[in-house]
């Protein structure tokens, strides 16, 4: 009972485990954000919304670098905070979300300086097309998984009313199935004489007194 009294109390266990749905919401717009990110420059010629070269699949080393490479970092992110029920592993997926935010922001700048390739230009015939386009493939898109990152590490990181409760629950649970695991106790004696006053336990002659 120790155990469980430290789990409920605030124990390792009991810091460790949260609800699923925790880091649910955040892990799932990181999740289809990082999507987005990954395959937009592949799939946004077939819309007339890209970078140049304005050709669908067609793979080039900024578009690796700056684009999949953070787009499938966030998706790990997300899946990790959107079915983990682990605050550590929780919380490095927001961690990893938050990497691949920045890098979608800082990454077109950097891509010269360390040759990463050539990210091409907006494909769009006004000014405010442009922005838009530059805004959803890394600038726009990298703030707002930045923001669902730092927003479920808030989350993640205080440990509330809700924890509290849910490990409470989950230590009730195991002691549960552990009382339905545990083996039926020995019955007791049937004859209705143990337990009375002056009963020895010893063999009854016939005609004598009980």
């Known amino acids: 009972m120790r155990d469980v009294d430290e789990n409920v109390s605030g124990g390792r266990g009991g810091r460790l485990h949260i609800p699923r749905s925790r880091g649910a919401l955040g892990g799932l717009a990181v999740l289809l954000l990082g999507i987005w990110g990954a395959l937009i420059p592949f799939i946004g010629p077939y819309f007339n919304f890209s970078y140049t070269p304005d050709e669908p699949w067609v793979w080039s080393a ?14 790990i992110g997300g899946l990790l905070m959107l079915l983990s029920r682990n605050r550590i592993v929780a919380s490095t997926g927001a ?21 990463l390739g050539d990210i091409g230009a907006p494909v769009a015939g006004s000014e405010w097309k442009q922005a838009l386009v530059r805004l959803t493939f890394f600038y726009g898109l990298g703030a707002l998984i930045l923001f669902f990152a730092a927003t479920s590490l808030g989350r993640l990181s205080v440990r509330s ?6 490990g409470r629950r989950e230590v009730d649970a195991a002691e549960r199935r552990r009382a339905a695991d545990a ?23 016939h005609g004598g007194p009980a």
């Open 161 to 166: 009313v809700r924890d509290i409760a849910f």
């Open 95 to 115: 961690w990893l979300a938050t990497v691949a935010g920045a890098w979608f922001v800082i990454g077109p700048l950097l891509a010269g300086p360390l040759g």
């Open 183 to 205: 083996p039926a106790p020995v019955a007791a004696a049937t004859d209705p004489r143990v337990g009375r006053p002056g009963f020895s336990g010893g063999p009854t002659l």
């Open 62 to 75: 900024a578009r690796g670098w700056l684009q999949v490479l953070p787009g499938v970092v966030a998706i």
